[in-house]
């Protein structure tokens, strides 16, 4: 079988676990990095063996696949070039920085067959995947995402950088039209807003609440899922999940007629895995798990979450005068 060429775009702080991951991987050569800063670059190829490149160009005719993690306003433009040379695409999240470079990136790729995969890391989260089998129509989200603050992703606002990965999880859940969305959010240390709280409302009926902060004290992941039949509680943090769902035959328990279940999961690497499904997909020509419409579809309700934002703090401003 031939082995699959593939490079990375942007060797930050994320893009160094990528090359790590395919420069760790079988059947694939690593054959280039490229990043705006060459030392970067050179300090990378050094560690995983493969050669550095101060612009993305030097890879076109090289790679059959690449991953694409520079400062997201750059992801359409870098994106479209790749797929202009033929090379499939795995675009760390969130897919554009619009709606209209997502559906012009949906359509060239479509148009030559070729594969957009957007880095939707939770997808791959095997606490996600253990919800797959248990979480059936739910009619409640809430979820929560608090980070310390740091420097990185600053560039977009929380609700680009954090709150789309729980935006994406839900939607995979609910798979449901929305229907209304009210949002609230504050710019507290960075230009862009560092805290955002959002209430979607879907056509099935189900409502998710959804929170995201980047200036917390401590590091938080939980979402909880209400359904008809149960209630679940993912802690991503410990690595637990609780599962209280109908049970005839207990009796006797802490709920009547319920049944509490405490799972475990280990944590795995979600970004392998997210990796390695790309790999194959580019390998078989098949549909990634997490298509360009699908990180198109978060973006969506991001933007509309942000837009919201961006009203309610003009109409805060015109009220304070």
Partial sequence: MKRLR???????????????????????????????NMSQAASIAGKY??????????????????????????HFAVAMDFLENDVDVLIEKPMTTTLEEADELIRFADSKGLIIQV????????????????????????????????DRGTD????????IHDIDIILNFVRSEISEIRAAGISVIAENVDIANA??????????????????????????????????SVDFTSQEI???????????GLIPGMEIKQLCFTKGDAL????????????NRKVPQVTGQMGRDALKIALNIMEQIKNSAGRLSDFRK
């Fill in 119 to 150: 880095g939707h890391l939770e997808r791959f989260n095997p606490a996600v995947i253990a919800l797959q089998d248990i979480v059936q129509q739910p009619m409640f989200i809430e979820s929560h995402r608090l980070s310390i603050y740091k």
């Fill in 6 to 36: 593939v490079g990375v775009v942007g060797v930050g702080y994320l893009g160094r676990f990528h090359a790590e991951k395919y420069a760790s991987m079988d059947a694939v050569d690593l054959v280039g990095v490229a990043d705006t």
């Fill in 199 to 232: 209430r979607l409302e879907f056509q099935s009926g189900c409502v998710a609440n959804v929170t995201a902060s980047r200036i917390s004290t401590k590091n938080e992941r939980k979402i909880r899922l209400f359904q008809k039949d149960a209630y679940v």
């Fill in 49 to 74: 063996r493969t050669t550095a490149h101060s612009t993305y160009q030097d890879l076109f005719g090289k790679v059959d696949a690449v991953s694409i993690v520079v400062p997201t306003p750059s």
């Fill in 272 to 283: 392998e895995d997210e990796i390695k499904s790309f790999v194959q997909s580019v390998a």
């Fill in 242 to 252: 609780t599962v209280i769902q109908q049970n005839s035959k207990k009796d006797d």
């Fill in 156 to 163: 977009v606002s929380v609700v680009l950088d954090l709150m």
